[in-house]
Antibody, heavy 120, light 108 residues
Framework: QVQLQESGPGLVKPSETLSLTCIVS????????WSWIRQPAGKGLEWIGR???????NYNPSLKSRVTMSVDTSKNQFSLKLSSVTAADTAVYYC??????????????WGQGTLVTVSS | SYVLTQPPSVSVAPGQTARITCGGN??????VHWYQQKPGQAPVLVVY???DRPSGIPERFSGSNSGNTATLTISRVEAGDEADYYC???????????FGSGTKVTVL
């Protein structure tokens, strides 16, 4: 059973860059897509983007100009960077695996989520 | 951009059937996935590819998709089914996932 764990600072200053890492255990990061999703308090889920183990990415058009994702297969982990953050980026951030064996499959495994607050 | 519309809330008595709709333009041509999220927890996949269930998900959870509406049906509702439910699709024209706004299911 694959497990995912988000890590990174819980507090980021406005205008700075949010950086999170998702460590994958219990399975290989290779040959899968991996996604980031966020959820502001009391609100719905928002897809941020995804990365394939080869490094190919797709981003939410609404966030594309500020998002960068990367993958490190040697460490079995992938990362998210979101630049120029504002209070509106305060949310619980989740990482997840795209399952189903195809590129538009469901998110079959999720991390527990990590709260990132943007505040000075 | 592609929009998925869900009712904000659905209320159902224990033992009855809850139906949660997810509306989208020609959604019947897409694969719809459904997630259950309880307070303070990460979402859990309950139905994928319109009507398939992951292992461990009770048969009480089922899905359908046709035309402009996908539906998640929860039969013989239990108190433990109280949660938020989200639908999701892949929008191929712009290569991104879209989530519905979510439906809060309350068990009376």
């Amino acid at each position: 059973q694959v497990q995912l764990q988000e890590s990174g600072p819980g507090l980021v200053k406005p205008s700075e860059t949010l950086s999170l890492t998702c460590i994958v255990s219990g399975g290989s990061i290779s040959n899968y897509y991996w996604s980031w999703i966020r959820q502001p308090a009391g609100k719905g889920l928002e897809w941020i983007g995804r990365i394939y183990s080869s490094g190919t990415t797709n981003y939410n058009p609404s966030l594309k100009s500020r998002v960068t994702m990367s993958v490190d297969t040697s460490k079995n982990q992938f990362s998210l960077k979101l630049s120029s953050v504002t209070a509106a980026d305060t949310a619980v951030y989740y990482c997840a695996r795209v399952g189903g064996g195809y590129s538009y499959g469901p998110f079959d495994s999720w991390g527990q989520g990590t709260l990132v607050t943007v505040s000075s | 951009s592609y929009v998925l519309t869900q009712p904000p809330s659905v209320s159902v008595a224990p033992g009855q059937t809850a139906r949660i709709t997810c509306g989208g333009n020609n959604i019947g041509s897409k694969s719809v996935h459904w997630y259950q999220q309880k307070p303070g927890q990460a979402p859990v996949l309950v139905v994928y590819d319109d009507s398939d269930r992951p292992s461990g998900i009770p048969e009480r959870f089922s899905g359908s998709n046709s035309g402009n509406t996908a539906t998640l049906t929860i039969s013989r509702v239990e108190a433990g089914d109280e949660a938020d439910y989200y639908c999701q699709v892949w929008e191929s024209t712009s290569d991104h996932y879209v989530f519905g706004s979510g439906t809060k299911v309350t068990v009376l």
